[in-house]
């Protein structure tokens, strides 16, 4: 009974050690940064992590009307990164979305079917990198 005890307590920190091993590790792995819009200009840190894009940019956004990152996913696109932008419906008609400009500069860019807000806010950079969070793609004065 004795040796019994002294197995599970065994086995109980030997399992404990392993669990902490792989969180440290994957902890190490995954670097997570946030940046809140009113002080911290995520605008910055997106057309950053777009400038080092090296192969796709997969976007879902519900309101782009940033001109700044629409110019910097169109020099990405000339660098022979894929930009494959997913936006809300009514982004084609609204005033100051960047949709028709991505179109005329030679992105294809996909318009949501769906009759309910496509409200998604993120992007996915080469599968090393999601950018997510409330903050639409737009500048609060181009509203």
Excluded: C
Excluded at 98 to 103: A, D, E, K, P, Y
């Amino acid at each position: 009974m004795q040796y019994l005890k002294k197995n599970i307590k065994f086995s109980i920190l030997t399992f404990l050690i392993i669990v902490l091993s792989v969180t440290i590790s994957v902890s190490t792995l995954a670097k997570t940064e946030v940046y809140f819009s009113l002080s911290d200009n995520p605008q910055k840190e997106i057309i950053k992590n777009i400038n080092q894009a090296e192969a796709f940019i997969n976007i879902a956004m519900y309101i782009f009307t940033d001109k700044e990152i629409a110019l910097s996913l169109i020099k990405a696109r000339e660098r022979g990164v894929k930009v494959r932008p997913y936006l809300d419906k009514d982004q084609v008609d609204y005033r100051y979305s960047q949709s028709r400009f991505l179109v005329q500069k030679g992105i294809k860019t996909r318009i949501s079917s769906n009759e309910y807000i496509m409200h998604n806010k993120f992007a996915i950079i080469d599968n090393r990198l999601l950018l997510t969070g409330s903050y639409n793609w737009t500048l609060l004065f181009s509203m």
